[in-house]
């Protein structure tokens, strides 16, 4: 059973929580990175310019998903929340590819920056973004994953400061520091693009991943009254909200009260399954349903 039991406005909260955090500690970085020499550090505050923005985004989208349905979005905003995730995954792609960018040149020409004040920024900088990963990781939304991907990003760039620091305070090594930003650009892009993958299923309108087809279909053909199914689509508004339709083809006419109770035994059981929004057409043996693909 997969039913979500959380507050719907928590995760706006979160986001708004990791922007300002995120927000804050830019200014702090980019002061930083000019005190301390540091071109790590002041890429690092570019970057997260960047996240902030994305953040922001994030934080309005989330919102705006919590409106009602109306007559044009009669399913809701929620697919708003969707659209901030692939505008946060975007701008993800372009930062880890603008960190690939400046770390490679320096893997050729590596430069030994102030360490002592990189070390003090870096330990800031993995509590301050640690905090914000931890917020988000309760989130259940795309958006939430993909922004506390930004922060996770965050977090394992200034461990990775830290640890470069670190050897750098001891020893003639600052080809460490690249190193290790292009390995965490990889990490972020291989997430990112695992996300994409979600959100542009959901856009198109694929199956939700973790629901079986086969399996609800099943499960609803196996009601004595219940001949076959067909007709079956299956989608989700946002990667929570999921909806299906289908067509239940009877093995004889029912009453309209035997129809409502099995109506609602069907919903409670694909409930179970995730399946929040239902619509069930009733057809007899034989019957025409008019419909042109799977009838």
């Known amino acids: 059973m997969h039913t979500h039991h959380h507050d719907h406005h928590e995760d706006v909260k979160n986001i708004k929580t990791a922007f300002f955090l995120n927000l804050s500690f830019t200014l702090i970085e980019f002061i930083g990175g000019i005190l301390t020499n540091s071109m790590a550090i002041l890429s690092d505050a570019v970057h997260d310019l960047g996240d902030s923005f994305s953040l922001g985004l994030a934080w309005y ?30 701008v993800l ?13 320096r893997l050729f020409s590596p430069q030994q920056p102030d360490t002592g004040g990189m070390l003090l920024l870096a330990v800031f900088g993995v509590i301050v973004n640690g905090a914000a990963v931890l917020r988000l990781r309760k989130g259940h939304s795309i958006n939430e994953r993909v922004v506390s991907l930004h922060m996770l990003e965050d977090v394992l760039g200034w461990v990775a400061v830290l640890i470069g620091a670190g ?3 001891f020893t003639d090594l600052p080809v460490i520091d690249p190193i290790l930003s292009i390995a965490i650009a990889v990490f972020i892009l291989y997430n ?17 991943s973790r629901i079986d087809t086969d399996e609800i279909m099943k499960m609803i053909e196996s009601y ?3 001949q076959s199914v067909h007709d ?10 999921n909806v299906m339709t289908v067509h239940v083809v009877l093995n004889e006419p029912l009453p309209m009260t035997a ?7 069907i919903r409670r ?4 399954h995730d399946i929040q929004h239902v619509t069930i057409e009733f057809e007899t043996a034989g019957e025409d349903c008019a419909m042109e693909d799977g009838c």
């Open 232 to 241: 079956v689509h299956l989608w989700s508004a946002d990667g929570e909200y």
């Open 61 to 90: 989208f989330q919102k705006l998903a919590k409106k009602k349905s109306n007559k044009i979005y009669t399913y809701g905003y929620k697919r708003f929340s969707l659209m901030g995730a692939v505008i946060n995954s975007i």
């Open 93 to 105: 792609i372009v930062g880890s590819v603008l960190i690939l960018v400046h770390a490679l040149p």
């Open 192 to 208: 990112v693009f695992r996300n994409m993958k979600e959100s542009w299923r959901i856009i198109l309108q694929g199956s939700p």
């Open 224 to 226: 004595p009254e219940i």
């Open 167 to 169: 050897i750098m305070h």
């Open 259 to 265: 129809l409502h109770s099995l109506k609602d035994s």
């Open 269 to 272: 059981k694909l409930a179970e």
